[in-house]
């Protein structure tokens, strides 16, 4: 070890003012001073670093400066504390005393508080004895050491002895244990046979255990099925489809192995089980249908036909459960068809005479008066009856629209064969539940109908009837008594109403019509009565466009017919009203005709069959008769076009030339006849000239009266072109060489159109197409 730097000297030359700042530059004096070096080296060394901070920290702890009291001061984080150190320094005879010979304040900054005492020559003596202290330090240290593991060692020797004796015990115990093993081997072969024969029976009787399980009911259940006090619901209903899945497992069971006892035994008792639970099920249904429906009908006096009519799911499942006896659901469902039968012909009669609670809704009966919606609100009240039957049947079997395989909307198939055993046990019962009704309503609706004598209000309720029937008919089917009673009370009304108009018909022929009228027009009572046929074919087209508006159009009924029943009612109800129409017009023209012979009578027919025609345009289905209307027309329009034509003549003076060529002899002279002499042919042409230059060659005065200006026109035009295919054969007759009219063509050129046919189709505004 070196021996530590020598102690700075209280040398003048070293300043002791505090330096700020940086330090000093040395002077060339005391650049020369060792001390001054060493002192400037050790103040420009740093001590920032970490191994040096650690390094005086252990230097401080080890030499801390003494206290007065003998103690020794050392920092323990940052803070100053005392202890004993004067073991450390026994061997240390001469230099203790050497350091402790006098003592003096230290101010040892951050380290010591001012109470510490520091020893004389402290630092020399660190710096001389260092290693030495620290050997001293160490083995202090290991002598504690030593110590402490000298008992260790005897712990763990007396531990040794302890493990020895255990061997020994042990070998003793296992030598035992041998012994014992040889002495009870045969005992434990026993054992092992005994666990592998309760193995077997416990495997054996959890294998009966789910045999018994799967092929038997326990007692719960059974008392479940048989028992009144358990009445049906999802713990009577799960024990059944155990004791059918029993059964058809069994039955597989069977089909492999043959019959067997058990097998037997099972089909047995479940066959019995079950036949008591749908004795059980038939008497549930049975007690519910026979208050089904009635509920509060006592209390409430409701008219409402659905009222209290819902089906919960037992007594769905219980229907559902049953309809594998047939023979038992057909008696119950006897029982609520009377129940039903009853419930709904009560409230109807309620709903006509009594009305709902509080007097709302009011009774039926109070509307008689208005027999349209007297009639209407019955079977309103009937539609809803049936709908509501339909709908709880469906909901009871477990059918909707989808259910039945219908769509929405769609007409209902009532065919056998086609339809589901489901579908054909709702339509007997809604057939059976609303068939009493058809009594009281029947009975009604005929003194209703036959009570009319208006063929619009007949008319109205044949077609309110038959819209029902149809209705009904695609609800419950064709065969149903209902449809069966809608289907008379129609044709009843169907015959009332064509009794009437034929009542309308024959009052129509025996009016008395005003002979002295001049006028030209359809009379007064014509058209009232085509008025009251334009309100029913207006109401017929309506029906019509309502049937054709169906999912699916109805099927005519007939004997294989082509047109439908409502087709031929139309063609009998234009020929019951038309007809009668015709007549009196035919016969008024006949009548005036005689009494004035002025009277422009086939102007006046031809207005009365236009004005038919009028009325029959708008209605496709009204072409049959349109069309023979149309060919009556014609008839009458080629006559008056005739009679047109022979007053055009007589009005132009050719009938005299035409009359002439007709009547000449063959051979003779046309200008050797009288009348037809130049002179007079001459006179002709003249007074056709004139009346060319008249108001009549475009419009015809008597032609004008009628009512179609296309008519008018018509006639006129077709006058008009036989008036000039006549001059035409006049003008060539004259031309004829063996006429011998002298200067022919001077004769025809002098008076217009001056014997030029194309000349003449110009003023009569013809084409060649009307030549």
């Not at 007396?158 to 030598?175: F, G, K, P, V, W």
């Not at 038997?216 to 155990?242: C, Y």
């Not at 022979?646 to 002899?665: C, F, H, M, R, Y």
């Not at 046919?757 to 013809?766: D, E, S």
């Amino acid at each position: 070890m070196t021996s530590p730097p020598p102690r700075p000297s209280t040398s003048p030359l070293v300043s002791r003012k505090p330096v700020s700042g940086s330090s000093p530059s040395p002077s060339p004096s005391q650049g020369r001073n060792p001390v001054s070096l060493r002192l400037y080296k050790v103040l420009g060394a740093g001590f920032e670093d970490e191994p040096t901070k650690e390094a005086l920290r252990t230097l401080s702890e080890l030499y801390g400066a003494t206290t007065a009291n003998g103690t020794r001061a050392t920092l323990v984080n940052g803070k100053a504390t005392k202890e004993d150190h004067q073991d450390d320094f026994d061997s240390d005879d001469g230099d203790s005393e050497e350091d402790t010979s006098e003592e003096r304040k230290l101010s040892l900054g951050p380290f010591l508080s001012d109470e510490v005492v520091a020893p004389t020559g402290a630092a020399a003596h660190a710096r001389k004895n260092l290693k030495r202290d620290i050997d001293v330090k160490l083995a202090g240290s290991s002598r504690k050491f030593l110590s402490a593991l000298g008992g260790v060692d005897q712990k763990l020797d007396a531990l040794q002895e302890h493990i020895t004796t255990m061997r020994a015990q042990c070998d003793q115990a296992h030598s035992q244990l041998q012994t014992t093993n040889d002495a009870c081997k045969s005992l434990l072969d026993q054992a092992g046979n005994l666990r592998q024969e309760r193995d077997t029976v416990a495997s054996q009787q959890s294998i009966l255990n789910l045999f018994l399980a799967r092929f038997t009911l326990t007692s719960e259940e059974v008392t479940a099925l048989t028992s009144r006090d358990v009445p049906p619901g999802k713990r009577f209903f799960a024990a059944m489809d155990k004791a059918v899945k029993i059964r058809e497992d069994c039955r597989v069971l069977m089909s492999v192995d043959g019959p067997t006892k058990a097998g037997l035994d099972i089909m047995t008792a479940t066959s019995s089980n079950l036949e008591q639970a749908y004795d059980k099920i038939f008497r549930y249904l049975t007690s519910e249908f026979q208050t089904l429906g009635r509920g509060n009908r006592d209390r409430e006096r409701s008219v409402d036909p659905d009222a209290n009519l819902e089906a919960s799911p037992t007594l769905k499942e219980a229907v559902r459960r049953l309809r594998d006896r047939p023979e038992l659901l057909s008696d119950a469902l006897a029982v609520l068809s009377q129940t039903r039968q009853s419930t709904l012909l009560a409230t109807f009669l309620d709903a006509l005479t009594r009305g709902g609670p509080s007097g709302l809704p009011r009774p039926i009966e109070l509307h008689a008066h208005d027999p349209l919606r007297y009639i209407g609100d019955m079977l309103a009240w009937l539609h809803q009856a049936i709908a509501a039957e339909r709908e709880f049947m469906e909901s009871l079997f477990g059918l909707g629209r989808e259910g039945a395989g219908r769509m929405i909307g769609s007409v209902r198939k009532f065919e056998k064969g086609r339809m589901g055993e489901a579908e054909e046990w709702v339509g007997d019962m809604v057939d059976k539940n609303v068939g009493k009704l058809s009594g009281p309503l029947k009975l009604r609706v005929q003194q209703t109908v036959r009570s009319q004598e208006s063929p619009i209000l007949a008319n109205k309720i044949a077609n309110l009837l038959k819209f029902y029937e149809l209705t009904v008919r695609r609800t419950i089917g064709e065969e149903a008594a209902l449809s069966e009673a809608l289907r008379e009370m129609s044709d009843v009304s169907n015959k009332v109403f064509f009794d009437a108009l034929e009542a309308q018909g024959r009052a129509l022929l025996r009016v008395i019509l005003d002979l002295n009228d001049a006028a030209l027009a359809p009379p007064a009572p014509v058209q009232d009565h085509m008025q009251a046929l334009r309100d029913i074919l207006s109401m017929y087209d309506s029906s019509r466009l309502d049937d054709s508006s169906a999912p699916e159009a109805e099927e005519p009924v007939g004997n294989g017919a082509a047109e439908s029943s409502a087709d031929y009612g139309v063609e009998r109800v234009l020929d019951v009203m038309i007809d009668p129409a015709l007549e009196v017009c035919l016969t008024a023209a006949e009548e005036k005709k005689r009494i004035r012979p002025t009277w422009d009578g086939p102007v006046f027919v031809l207005n009365c069959l236009t004005y038919l025609q009028d009325v029959l345009e708008p209605y496709a289905f009204a072409s049959t008769k349109r069309e023979s209307l149309n060919a009556m027309i014609e008839t009458r329009v080629n006559q008056l076009a005739e009679e047109h034509y022979q007053d055009l003549l007589k009005d132009t003076g050719l009938n005299v030339i035409v009359a002439a060529i007709e009547s000449k002899p063959a051979g003779e002279p046309l200008s050797h006849v009288d009348t037809a002499q130049p002179h007079e042919l001459s006179a002709v042409l003249q007074k056709f000239s004139t009346w060319l230059s008249g108001l009549e060659v475009m419009h015809s005065p008597r032609l004008a009266r009628l009512a179609v200006q296309r008519l008018h026109s018509q006639i006129h035009q077709t006058a008009l072109a036989r008036l000039a295919r006549t001059y035409q054969s006049i003008c060539e007759e004259v031309r004829k060489p063996e006429n011998r009219y002298e200067a022919a063509s001077t004769l025809l050129g002098g008076q217009r159109p001056f014997g030029q046919i194309h000349l003449l189709r110009q003023i009569f505004g013809l084409g060649d197409e009307d030549m």
